[in-house]
């Protein structure tokens, strides 16, 4: 019986949990398609555009992110990942605001040069956009 | 290159090769004897073992040859490493690629073999034999596995002049050692598997069986909570967020063995004391190796996306989905057959010490089964919906913390429960000084953390709790400050070391607990723009930007940034932060660190502003070492547990125990 109660107790937490907490991720282009909300959390991938990134003073930074289709800027605050660069791949995680930017609170890059995240490798593949750097 | 020795290389590979046709051997004809029951089959099983271990050896061997002289005309080498890395990254480079690591692991498991054909001598024959030929038979999967998609062997012609690089975030000592101690417990678990199936094959589990699981787990979970807490160590310091744990899958994959491991732990004292839980204990048995092999298939398929995804190869990932089929399908499958042939015996009533076993395994799996579904929900849905999706920290922290919290809470009531049938009255009275300490920690708490998160003084009386039902309970035992500490002392040496070590190593998880509720609930963070002069406050203490200097090293050039933290007027230390730039490639940031029991000052330099300044970021991390101290105080308790009398090798069988101590 007590047995019975906890699995239950675990199982109804588990399925509340994956439903409130989980974030789909997204290009651009499917942040425009499936019509997201402001205020949903998310995570977005694709290229950084290049000569999109600005820094202002302080820690505040700005880039845009890029599916060859559509592009979205990303407003930061904190330090870009050490292998953040232009024109390389780029997911990442934060709220979508009402001016259609995604304030980000972390950003990941790729870990080395041979890599990028898988999510987004598969969308520029699906979209044969992919430039066959695969190791 | 000079000083190379190309035939070494094939000399290695040749031994992989032996390894296997042996490993097939030591599958088969072990297992066919102790079914006929013939004598000199069941006898082959130690020579194979051993014989194993030492192809296996000269394998690993001639590669860590190739890697330490840098010899780049195995394809390995050249890949993964370079002429001008330190010594200590050479080594530890081996095991920092895909074939590497898996050689490591098939070495591991030949030790784990050899040492049961060892020490085993007071295994019956049968039994031994099983328990070889089941590790043979993973060897050879694991070995099949190398030699056919993995080989760390395979030759470049012509040899270039000069090798890739190991992943400089790679290029860590705590990172050297984390995938052998990971490994050695990943791969010590399949000892209790082995021993399950074993006990599947002779339809026997009793009290001798369990005593010999049990010091293998134990060795397992011990090499296991060494190696995840270098891991989250590792990432906490050279990842640069400030963070210990990430709920990566990666490090869930490491995480769900520890916790089943744990389970089994427990459980298998229920059997070997009571003759109980044996279905159970089995079953345990099982999974905690199942896990193993998904943590590995995770990890070394490529399926996942992280820092430890060396291949993304989809026949490798098949391979080892084929390995991972076969030993948790046959497993359980053998189990659904023969486990109803299983006696099982010794009745408990609910309130009783194993009943709170049962409690304490119920709640672990609990917690690994949510963990479970969190790693493996996003790559289902990826491939039934195509959503692709992340399950992060939040369904973890909503998950894992209410199903251990209760758990934690009853450990120290669980272990004053007598066996059979217990009083819970008794037990608590037993914990009142321990509560009331407790309470006054939580007041002390509430009083200065006025203005904090409430949750502060709930968490911290959580770990409190913990240390302190384990400690008080202990010193009642030995009546200390009662009796002289002569007395005590002597009784103390007189109590049973795996009672003590259960001691340490709950009180090992309160100080963990209590670590990670400090830094949860106040860790101070600031990331603002700095200039050299210029000062910030984190936490009590001041840090100020000194300067930027360059850094030449054999292995990367980079800038330091040379950070003052002063507390008050006093000046405590200058910490630096770089940024490197490693050949032939890659970048990493390295944390200033300033390391005090009471908290850490963590400060990591960034890039340039448009105006010159560097974006600095800087945390207070209270008693954040706590949580890697409670890891080292678990692994103690674990040691110490190891000792005891009764899984001592070979030990006489001696009944004389001390006075004056009540039975466990």
């Not at chain 2, 094939?10 to 004897?33: D, K, M, R, S, T």
């Not at chain 2, 389970?263 to 229920?270: D, E, F, Q, W």
């Not at chain 2, 003759?275 to 204990?281: D, E, H, S, V, Y």
């Not at chain 2, 949580?627 to 103690?636: C, K, Q, S, T």
């Amino acid at each position: 019986m007590g047995a019975l109660a906890v699995l239950g107790i675990a199982a109804g937490l588990v399925l509340y949990a994956l439903r409130d907490t989980i974030v789909f991720f997204y290009t651009p282009s499917e942040v425009s398609q499936k019509n997201v909300q402001p205020g949903t959390r998310l995570r977005l991938g694709g290229l950084v555009e290049q000569g999109s990134l600005t820094k202002t003073d302080g820690a505040k930074v700005h880039f845009v992110v890029t599916d060859m289709t559509k592009a979205m800027t990303v407003n930061y605050v904190g330090q870009l990942p050490d292998l953040f660069r232009e024109g390389q791949g780029v997911v990442a995680e934060g709220v979508l605001g009402t001016d259609g930017n995604l304030l980000a609170d972390t950003v990941l890059a790729k870990h080395d040069e041979k890599y990028m995240p898988k999510d987004v490798a598969d969308r520029l593949k699906a979209q044969g956009k992919w430039k066959g750097t695969t190791p | 290159m000079e000083g190379n020795n190309p035939v070494i290389a094939e000399i290695g590979h040749f031994a992989l090769v032996l390894a296997l046709a042996v490993a097939a051997f030591q599958c088969i004809v072990p297992l066919v004897g102790a079914h006929r029951n013939h004598r000199e089959m069941i006898a082959s099983a130690v020579p194979a073992a051993l014989v194993q271990l030492v192809f296996i050896y000269v394998a690993f061997a001639a590669l860590m040859h190739a890697y330490v002289t840098s010899d780049f005309s195995v394809a390995n080498v050249f890949e993964n490493s370079h002429s001008a890395k330190p010594l200590l990254y050479k080594i530890s480079g081996v095991w920092g690629n895909h074939e590497g690591s898996m050689l490591l692991w098939v070495f591991i498991l030949a030790i784990f073999g050899a040492a049961v054909a060892m020490f085993g001598n007071n295994l019956p024959p049968r039994l031994r034999a099983r328990v070889l030929g089941v590790q043979g038979s993973i060897g050879f999967a694991f070995l099949l596995f190398i030699v056919t998609t993995s080989n760390p062997f395979a030759r470049l012609n012509p040899p270039p002049i000069e090798g890739n690089g190991l992943n400089p975030l790679l290029q860590d000592p705590a990172l050297a050692f984390h995938p052998p101690f990971l490994y050695a417990g990943y791969v010590g678990l399949s000892v209790a598997f082995s021993f399950a199936i074993a006990a599947l094959l002779d339809g026997k589990v009793d009290a001798a069986w369990a005593r010999w699981v049990r010091p293998w787990t134990l060795a397992a979970w011990m090499f296991l909570t060494i190696g995840i807490s270098m891991g989250s160590w590792w990432a906490y310091y050279e990842l640069g967020w400030g963070g210990w744990w990430f709920w990566d899958p990666v490090e869930n994959a490491s995480f769900m063995p520890w916790l089943v491991a744990t389970a089994l732990l427990h459980s298998a004292i229920v059997v070997e004391k009571r003759n109980a839980l044996k279905i159970w204990t089995v079953l345990l048995s099982i999974l905690a190796f199942s896990l193993s092999l998904l943590g590995t298939f995770l990890v070394r398929s490529g399926v996942l996306t992280s820092v430890h995804a060396f291949a993304v190869d989809p026949q490798r990932g098949i391979f080892i989905l084929a390995i991972l089929i076969f030993f948790i399908g046959g497993g359980l499958a053998l189990f659904a057959w023969r486990a109803p042939t299983l006696k099982s015996g010794g009745f408990f009533a609910p309130i009783s010490r194993e009943g709170g076993l049962v409690l304490n395994n119920l709640f672990l799996c609990a917690a690994c089964a949510a963990v479970l579904i969190g790693t493996l929900y996003p790559l289902a849905l990826e491939t039934l919906t195509g959503d692709k999706i992340s399950v992060g920290p939040p369904y973890f922290n909503l998950t894992f913390g209410p199903i251990m919290l209760p758990l934690l809470l009853l450990v120290p009531v669980g272990a004053l429960l007598s066996w059979k049938r217990a009083d819970l009255v008794a037990a608590l009275q037993r914990l009142w000084v321990a509560a009331a300490m407790v309470l006054g920690i939580g007041l002390l708490v509430f009083i200065f953390n006025q203005r904090g998160p409430w949750l502060a003084p709930l968490g911290i009386m959580l770990g409190a709790w913990l240390v302190l039902g384990s400690i008080v309970d202990l010193a009642k035992r030995i009546s200390l400050f009662r009796s002289p500490l002569a007395t005590s002392f002597s009784r103390l040496r007189g109590l049973p070391r795996s009672m003590l070590g259960m001691t340490l190593a709950h009180a090992g998880v309160g100080i963990t607990i209590m670590g990670i509720v400090c830094i949860s609930l106040w860790k101070v963070e600031h990331i603002l723009a700095m200039k050299p002069g210029e000062k910030a406050e984190v936490g009590q203490y001041t840090v100020e930007f000194l300067s930027e200097t360059p850094v030449t090293q054999s292995n990367y050039t980079g800038t330091g940034g040379h950070f003052r933290i002063t507390s008050g007027s006093v000046e405590v230390a200058t910490v630096i932060s770089e940024k490197r730039n490693f050949k032939p490639t890659g970048n990493t940031t390295e944390v200033g660190l300033l390391q005090t029991l009471f908290g850490d000052v963590y400060v990591v330099m960034g890039d340039k502003t448009a105006t010159g300044a560097r974006v600095v970021r800087m945390y207070y991390n209270p008693f954040v070492t706590l949580i890697w101290l409670g890891a080292l105080v678990m692994f103690l308790g674990g040691a110490l547990s190891l000792t005891d009398r009764r899984y001592r090798v070979g030990a006489p069988r001696r009944n004389t125990a001390a006075v004056g101590v009540p039975a466990e």
